[in-house]
Structure formats: C-alpha cells, structure tokens
C-alpha cells in the first residue's frame, strides 16, 4: 500500500515537474480525419487536465506594412489537449499565429509562423508564458524580410 | 512464335503465388494475348466479386434436412420425401447464393454521376458527352485528351487523368470500390476512413481520410503520392502508412516500398528505391540511415519491420538519435516488433511529420 502511495506520489510530481508546453504538428499529427483541412494541429503538454487547461489564440499579421490581428478558429479534437487551427486569416501580407495556454498556475505561449506552403516548424517559438507584443513583431519581421521559410 | 496460353495460370498468377520466373512469361504473354488478357479480367472481376460477397447464413431447416438425410442408412435408398426435401434445400441454398451475388454485382442500382471534364471519356465503351452514370462492373476510360470526374456517392470525388481506365468494383454505402487499370487518378474523400478503397495490380489503397494521386501502368508498377490526410497502402498482409506530403511507390508482384516525404533528398529516394525493390539492401540501408532526417522517421519507422533483423538495431538507433523516444516504448518490444508499441511510437514520431 505505501509502495502503491509513493509510486502514485511519484507520478504526479513527474506531471508537474513537466513543463506545461505547446507541441505543433501537421494535420497528420492527429490521427483525426476532421482535421486533414486543418493550417496545423498542436497539443498541450504537461498538464495533468488537459480537459481543464484555457487555450486562446489570434492570427497577427503584418498587410502592407501595418499590424493586424485576426481572432483564431481553434478547433478541439476527439483526443483530449490535441487542436486543430483553421486559417482564419486573409491570404494577403504576412502572418503567424499566437497561441495562449493555461493549465493550472502554469501558462504556456507559442508563435507560430504560416507561409504559403503552410506552417513553418523551424521558426516556431515556444515560452513558459504568453509571447509578448515584440517578440510577436520580430517574427513577423523576420517573415517579412524570408527568413525561415 | 508459338506461345502456349496461359489461362490456366491466371487465378495463380493473379494472387501472386506464380514462381518469378513463370510469372514473367505468363506477364510477356499476357502483354500480346487478347484472348488470355479477356481471360484474364473475367478471373479478376470473379475473384473481386467472391472476395465482396456478403456471408449469409444458411436457413435452419436446411440443416435439419440434411443432418436427417446423413442419419439414413446408406445402403437404403431415400424415401421420395427425403428426395424432395434435399431437392428443395439445394435449391435453397443456389438461390440465396444467387441472390448475394446479384446483390453484390446490382447493389440496389446504384449509379454515380460522371462529369465529363474534357474530350471524350467513356463509360463501358459510350461515350458521354455533358454527364453520364456508372455502376459496380462498368469501366470508364479516357484517351490522351480526355479527363472526367466521377461522384463517389455521398463521400467524395475523383478525377479520372487522360489515358486512364478504371473499373467501379462496389458502389454502396458501406463500401466504395474502384480497380484502376491503368493511369491515374487523383481522389478526394471526406468520410470517415475505410469507405473508400482503390486497387491496382500491386496495392490496395485504403482511404483514411485524405485525398491523393494514384497511377499505375499496366503490370501493376505505380505511385501514390498523398496530399491531405492518410492512406493505408496495402498488399498481401504487408502496410505502408502514407501521410500528406509523402509517396510510396509500388511494384509488380513486391507491392508497396517503404513511403518517404516528397522532399527527402534524391540521395535516400534512389536508395529506399534499392532497398525495396532491388538486391544490395544492407548498403541502401545505410544511406538511408545517413540522409535521415527528423521528418525521414516516417521512412525509419516502416524500415524497422521491413529491415532484417540483423539489421532492425541499427534503423531503432537512428530514430533514437533523431527523435527522443517516447515514454511506452521499450527497445526490446520496438526490436521484437510489438504492434502496440510501434503504433504508440508511430503516433508520437507523426508529431514531427
């Protein structure tokens, strides 16, 4: 019995010691068929709930050199913390997607660029918490100006 | 040149089960035979239909029939009652036989709608102009300047490429069937998976919710190559999962390679080229190990259980090295190709694909 108390004890201080976090993916990710269509998918790690974390998100893009955001289709799939983003932005100018996550005490932020060719995985940015309005500038810029795609 | 006939190799040689070196010339004499070739699609659509064909069970009164005509003595010869009682069952059971195979060929009627998207295409030899219909058993074929697209019921389309014939095999809810004969076409399905289905000589496509180009020539060698979703690519038991942005290509009588993403570099193309279709796997291998990439673990995952065993270590420890593996997944049951670990191991390496 306390073999069986300290192994339980054990387990949630590992899903607690994980750090609560975003990974993005492509549709395929998945496994859902509804999301095939889908601009990417991503999912909530380190959250012992993920039926209780808050995600929130907008599209931030820069159109002809003016700053705008767009509010965001998120979409939750049939496993729980796995989502499905739908471009709900215009085709023109250039864009990422911000994404806001809590679980808990913890928070959790991404910046997602998207291309032409879709989402762009290797200029992606995760934090411990919400991106800041700069950091969500400079990843634009750098979309801007080609970098990474 | 004298050439013996090959029908009575077909049903052998359509399952595969001919040595290579027979089923070379029955394919050479298949190549320029109209009268084994005309044989030959009659065994496949037979086969096509006995493999569709519904199970029905059989009326308990015909077994009651038969277990009392077992109980009569042999050497008696059976009442005329017992006669007509078999008669009757016999005619029972050729009856509902028939009637699953009319069900199978005529499903209820249905008929999908073909648009015709440029020249001529045909359906069973007319040819349409505007839209026409198809059923289960019609072919529909374009020459080098005709394009049609085809409604698959409730589910989806597909367009059918010039040069292309086609056959719908199934077309009912539960089940929409076309054999490709030759060409291409592209699909584009919105159902759940495992409602549409597309063979061709070599593979069985299995859609799992996607859509994607499928072409084939006509000994079977072709290319699938996946735009949205998944397909399961399918042949004699052996799958090769094929997600959006990636291929696989297929041969005559190996079936499906191992899928790779269409922007993998040349260098591992040519070489998973070598490893499934061709002799020297060992040196394929280990280009293919060397070009991976993170994204290439969709290559390494199928690699495990098409590799060797001698040589499924090393394809575990590239992996390893490319992506951490997950909390589930043990070396010892990845080596010994455990289906639940490698399905866990699957799904968790897709988050990088």
Redesign the interface.
């Known amino acids: 019995m306390l073999r069986l108390a300290i192994t339980a004890c054990a387990g949630v201080a590992l899903v607690l010691a994980e750090e609560f976090t975003f990974t993005i993916g492509s549709p395929v990710a998945s496994q859902d068929f509804h999301f095939k269509a889908a601009t990417f998918v991503f999912r909530t790690q380190g959250c012992a709930d993920p039926a209780k974390s808050q995600i929130s998100g907008t599209a931030e893009g820069l159109v002809n050199g003016a700053r705008r955001s767009v509010a965001l289709k998120v979409v939750a799939g049939s496993k729980p913390g796995v989502y499905a983003v739908y471009q709900s932005w215009p085709a023109e100018g250039q864009w990422v997607v911000n994404l806001k996550g809590t679980c808990a005490n913890a928070s959790a932020g991404a910046i997602v660029p998207v291309g032409p060719k879709g989402f762009i995985r290797e200029s992606s940015k995760f934090f411990p918490r919400p991106a800041t309005d700069a950091e969500i500038g400079t990843s634009l810029t750098a979309l801007a100006k080609g970098e990474g795609k | 040149m004298f050439t013996r006939h090959v029908s009575r190799r077909l049903a052998a040689f359509i399952d595969g089960e001919l040595p290579p070196p027979k089923a070379r010339q029955a394919e050479v004499h298949l190549g320029r035979c109209a009268l084994c070739q005309a044989d030959r699609e009659q065994i496949r659509f037979g086969m096509e239909i006995l493999e569709h064909l519904p199970s029905v069970g059989a009326p308990e009164a015909i077994w009651a029939s038969i277990e009392a005509a077992c109980r009569e003595s042999p050497s008696r010869k059976p009442p005329a009652a017992h006669r007509w009682r078999l008669a009757f069952a016999a005619t029972l059971v050729l009856t509902l036989v028939g009637a699953a195979y009319w069900r199978v060929a005529h499903p209820f009627g249905v008929r999908w709608e073909v648009v015709r998207l440029a020249g001529s295409p045909a359906v069973d030899a007319k040819h349409i102009r505007g839209v026409g219909r198809i059923g289960a058993g019609e072919w529909i074929e374009t020459d080098s300047v005709s394009r049609a697209s085809v409604k698959v019921g409730q589910i989806g389309s597909v367009e059918i490429a010039p040069n292309t014939r086609v056959r719908v095999v199934t077309a009912r809810a539960g089940e929409h069937r076309l054999a490709l004969e030759r060409g291409e076409i592209r699909a584009r399905i919105y159902a ?2 495992r409602l549409f289905f597309v063979d061709i000589r070599s593979g069985t496509a299995v859609d ?4 994607y180009v499928l072409n084939t020539d006509e000994d079977g060698s072709g290319l699938l190559r996946v735009t ?3 397909v399961s690519f399918q042949w004699k038991g052996r799958e090769s999962l094929v ?3 990636a291929s696989c290509q297929t041969r005559a009588l190996l079936g499906p390679g191992i899928p790779y993403f269409d922007d993998a570099s040349e260098t591992l193309k040519q070489a998973l080229e070598h490893f499934s279709f061709e002799e020297g796997q060992s040196d394929a291998l280990s280009i293919i190990l060397g070009e991976s990439r993170v994204r290439d673990t969709l290559t390494l995952w199928h690699l495990l259980s098409r590799a060797e065993v001698t040589d499924r270590e090393r394809v575990y420890d590239r992996i390893a090295v490319l992506a951490p593996v997950p909390a589930g997944v043990s070396r010892e049951q990845a080596l010994k190709l455990d289906p639940e670990t490698l399905r866990l191991w699957k ?1 968790e390496l ?4």
């Open positions: 759940p998976p799992l919710g996607c859509e949205k979703g998944w997600p959006a942005g799904e897709a988050w990088t694909w």
